[in-house]
Structure formats: C-alpha cells, structure tokens
C-alpha cells in the first residue's frame, strides 16, 4: 500500500515564498513518479498547477513552480497572495495503471 | 474550449447501482484516455479508475476493483463510471478528468455528487 505524504497544513505571509512538499511513506520520490499538483478551493474543481514534476499548466503564473527537492517532490509558491489560500493537492503515478494522491496541504495566507 | 460535465449523481441505498456520465467537449475525445477521481465530503482526493483512449486498458483503484466499472462511448464522446454494490464509504464528489500525457489530470469538470444511504 503506497502512502503519498504531504504536510497537513501551511502559512506563509503575503508576498512570501513557500515550499510543499510531497514525499512517500517508504522510498524516494523521483521524476519517475510524474508527480503533479492540483490546487482546490472549497466548493470548486482542482485546478491543474503543474505536472511531469515542472512543467507548468497553461495559464498558471510562473510564480508558481515544481521540482524534486532531496527525496520529494516540491510546489513552491513565490509572491504568495491572498487568492493562493487553498488546499494543494500532489499526485503520484506509482506505476501499473495506478495514481495516488497525497492527503493535501491547507495553505494559509496571513 | 475543452470541457468535461459530469453527470448521473444522487442518492442510493446500500448495495444499489448508479451509473455516471461524463460529456466531454472542445478535443478530440476518442485520442485521449480519461480518468475518474472522487471526493468524500471534507477529505482528500482518491484516483479511481482510468481508461484507456480506445477503451482496451482499464485501472481501477483497490477500494473500487470488482465494483465498479469505467467505460466509454468515442461516438458519444462521453465516458461513464457503473457503480454496484455501492457502500456508504463511496459517498463522495465523482470528477472526471481528461489525461494529460504525463501522467497527470487537466481539466476536471465541476464533479457530481453521489450519496450512498439509507
């Protein structure tokens, strides 16, 4: 059974900068994963931020950006601004037609 | 533009059948594989299952395996999702989303609600 970690909950202040990060609950995250991240406001649909580890969604700013960082993928969120307070969802396909999506982070801007 | 609209949700009892829908729109649907994701009422996003463009592959997340079947009409341009022997536990928001080719999921439709009770 595959667990994708992500950090429960997250502040940063305006104009900040953060990083989130999604890792495996044995193992190390790799661009082999294809990791992908959604973000999703409550009562809406996810949004796609970024797949195949950093290439970006069309529209998305380039404030936003993906890498791996050490063992785990990362989303990191520069010139953060209020409208970014969201819930930040990654997704990793773990291989034989199967995906699993990490618990998401709850991002507050403050 | 590309767009996906799910449909089909409500409310069933345990151990009944639903079956969604899911209109796609603004691509060439009959190219690209698709996938269902679902939402229980304040948790995470769970994967269910995927499909294949021409319908000869299908995935399915363990929670859902035997239960639940995906399908797909290249005429209609519309995938569905038949759900049996549903359980309280599938009570969730069911999306649909078209597969991007790395692996990931763009768009997503503005999802339907599926409530298992009696």
């Known amino acids: 059974q595959t667990v994708v970690t992500q950090e429960p909950s997250f502040s940063v202040s305006p104009g900040g900068t953060v990083t989130l990060t999604c890792g495996l609950s044995s193992g190390s995250v790799s661009t082999s994963y294809y990791p992908s991240w959604y973000q999703q406001t409550p009562g809406q649909a996810p949004r796609t931020l970024i797949y195949?580890?950093?290439t970006r969604s069309t529209g998305v700013p380039d404030r936003f950006s993906g890498s791996i960082l050490g063992n785990r993928a990362a989303l990191t969120i520069t010139g953060a601004q209020a409208d970014d307070e969201s819930d930040y969802y990654c997704?990793?396909?773990?291989?034989?037609?199967?995906?699993?999506f990490g618990g998401g982070t709850k991002l507050t801007v403050l | 533009q590309v767009q996906v609209v799910e449909s089909g949700g409500g409310v069933v009892q345990p151990g009944g059948s639903l079956r969604l829908s899911c209109a796609a729109s603004g691509f060439t649907f009959s190219t690209y594989a698709m996938h269902w994701v679902r939402q229980a009422p304040g948790k995470g996003l769970e994967w269910v299952a995927f499909?294949?463009?021409?319908?000869?592959?299908?995935y399915y997340a363990d929670s859902v395996k035997g239960r639940f079947t995906i399908s797909r009409d290249n005429s209609k341009t519309t995938l569905y999702l038949q759900m049996n022997s549903l359980r309280a536990e599938d009570t969730a928001v069911y999306y649909c989303a078209k597969d991007l080719p790395d692996y990931a999921f763009d768009p997503w439709g503005q999802g339907t609600l599926v409530t298992v009770s009696s």
């Open positions: 997704v990793l396909y773990v291989g034989s037609g199967s995906w699993v």
């Open positions: 499909i294949r463009y021409d319908g000869t592959k299908k």
């Open positions: 195949n580890t950093n």
